[in-house]
């Protein structure tokens, strides 16, 4: 039996013995607070597996109800009485960093040599800087692979006047449904000449060290937060102009770049936009960490699977829930590829022209936006999100591309009723104007 699960039969057996149905969490108490109904078996956790033996290509191969129930275990387990320590940080130089260049190619180089490299670049920094920070292992997993390549290419897009063929990228060529609107980037003739790049795109490929769920559960995102943030503070640009886009786990790290950030100048970084933030398994009682409101001057969230490899805990100043918090959303068959999703959604409202396609209202569950029709004041989730906002928002997506239903904004029943009387009072006015026409024309 691994660590773990000898530590939380233990601590099973040791609330029998006392008498107590579970155990209760002060302000002051590291031990985290579980339900009854929350506690688990002797036999159950006899069968749950360690961290280190679940990988992430494991969960893309499980059924979406069945990864969801294996994370919440673990999660469960994870949280019984001691924390997780984090404890596990990939040396800066073993961390991939591409520079995406307008024309499709990439300049690569590591973590610790990112500033460096991105400064001998040909006009970096001189408009938007977006870095994105991988949160899953796109080698090893299919559906992170072509969310990865769908953002990457919406924003060669963004970053050029006109769409551009890209070079070494097969976007959709794991795409099993066709639809009409969708985009296909084997057709030469919807490819024009590029005009000059808008802005530039680094990756930062931390995803590649995140291969199994204890390397996620048990990252250090505070020191790799920290050490993206040295390097940024060193770009030869305006530090207000960079958006930090980050997936899963890795939108904690960007979380607490941000902090560090801070510390270090003074100032915030422009954005950070969550694709679906995971859950912290390890936990630190003396210090709050992960992302937060406040980690940059707007903070936005797209959480996709919340009951599954996310989390349904308000991370940002807008959390936007996609059909509601749930295990998964339309169309996805596995927690990985539900995670993706929230990538793919923001990659959508990336390419030019697809900014609105997500249109959102304020609402507490998917059953009160149900309730309502839909209807309140329209914001939107992506890349067009006022950076004023503030609170929990719902949508319903598509199960396939595209995921967007750019439905136009609901009025209120009192808009529609006036909307209807204006209406009647034209059709009057018409009527009455038509009359009196014919009435003169008797006349004369």
């Known amino acids: 039996?691994?660590?773990?699960?000898?530590?939380?039969?233990?601590?099973?057996?040791?609330?029998?013995v006392c008498g107590?149905?579970?155990?209760?969490?002060?302000?002051?108490?590291?031990?985290?607070?579980?339900?009854?109904?929350?506690?688990?078996?002797?036999?159950?956790?006899?069968?749950?597996?360690?961290?280190?033996?679940?990988?992430?290509?494991?969960?893309?191969?499980?059924?979406?109800?069945?990864?969801?129930?294996?994370?919440?275990?673990?999660?469960?387990?994870?949280?019984?009485?001691?924390?997780?320590?984090?404890?596990?940080?990939?040396?800066?130089?073993?961390?991939?960093?591409?520079?995406v260049k307008s024309n499709g190619q990439k300049e690569s180089t590591t973590l610790d040599k990112?500033?460096?490299?991105?400064?001998?670049?040909?006009?970096?920094?001189?408009?938007?800087?977006?870095?994105?920070?991988?949160?899953?292992?796109?080698?090893?997993?299919?559906?992170?692979?072509?969310?990865?390549?769908?953002?990457?290419?919406?924003?060669?897009?963004?970053?050029?006047?006109?769409?551009?063929?890209?070079?070494?990228?097969?976007?959709?060529?794991?795409?099993?449904?066709?639809?009409?609107?969708?985009?296909?980037?084997?057709?030469?003739?919807?490819?024009?000449?590029?005009?000059h790049a808008s802005g530039h795109l680094v990756i930062i490929d931390l995803g590649e060290k995140l291969q199994n769920l204890k390397q996620h559960a048990m990252l250090d995102a505070s020191e790799v937060g920290a050490k993206i943030a040295r390097q940024i503070t060193k770009l030869d640009c305006r530090k207000d102009i960079i958006h930090i886009v980050a997936q899963s786990t890795a939108a904690h790290v960007a979380g607490e770049c941000g902090k560090e950030f801070k510390r270090l100048t003074g100032n915030k970084l422009y954005r950070i936009t969550a694709l679906d933030p995971s859950k912290l398994?390890?936990?630190?009682?003396?210090?709050?960490?992960?992302l937060a409101r406040g980690d940059a001057i707007f903070v936005d969230a797209i959480h996709t699977s919340a009951h599954g490899m996310g989390t349904p805990a308000r991370v940002a100043n807008a959390d936007f829930f996609p059909n509601g918090p749930s295990e998964g959303v339309p169309g996805a068959n596995n927690v990985v590829e539900a995670c993706m999703r929230a990538t793919r959604y923001f990659a959508e409202s990336v390419r030019p022209g697809n900014e609105r396609n997500f249109p959102a209202v304020e609402s507490?569950?998917?059953?009160?936006?149900?309730?309502?029709?839909?209807?309140?004041?329209?914001?939107?989730?992506?890349?067009e999100c006022d950076d004023d906002l503030e609170g929990d928002y719902i949508l319903e997506v598509d199960s396939h591309k595209p995921f967007g239903k750019r439905t136009p904004a609901q009025k209120s029943k009192a808009e529609q009723q006036q909307q209807q009387q204006q209406q009647r009072q034209r059709s009057s006015s018409k009527s009455w104007k038509k009359s009196s026409s014919s009435s003169s024309e008797d006349d004369e």
Request: contains cysteine; proline residues 7%.
């Open 1 to 16: 039996m691994n660590p773990l699960k000898a530590l939380c039969v233990v601590a099973l057996l040791a609330t029998a």
């Open 20 to 99: 107590n149905q579970h155990y209760r969490q002060s302000s002051s108490s590291s031990s985290s607070s579980m339900k009854p109904s929350q506690w688990l078996s002797r036999s159950q956790l006899e069968k749950t597996p360690a961290l280190d033996e679940v990988s992430v290509k494991s969960l893309e191969n499980m059924p979406l109800e069945q990864g969801a129930k294996l994370l919440k275990t673990i999660y469960h387990v994870s949280q019984i009485n001691n924390p997780l320590p984090q404890s596990y940080a990939p040396n800066p130089s073993s961390v991939p960093v591409y520079i």
């Open 114 to 195: 990112f500033a460096d490299t991105a400064n001998q670049q040909p006009n970096f920094g001189k408009q938007e800087v977006t870095i994105f920070i991988t949160g899953q292992p796109a080698s090893s997993c299919e559906s992170v692979e072509k969310a990865n390549h769908e953002l990457v290419q919406a924003y060669m897009e963004r970053y050029n006047a006109q769409r551009q063929k890209p070079r070494s990228y097969d976007y959709d060529r794991h795409d099993k449904k066709s639809n009409s609107n969708s985009y296909r980037d084997d057709d030469n003739s919807e490819w024009e000449t590029p005009k």
């Open 281 to 290: 398994y390890s936990q630190d009682p003396e210090s709050l960490h992960g």
């Open 364 to 383: 507490e569950s998917l059953q009160s936006y149900k309730k309502h029709n839909g209807y309140g004041k329209r914001v939107y989730m992506g890349i």
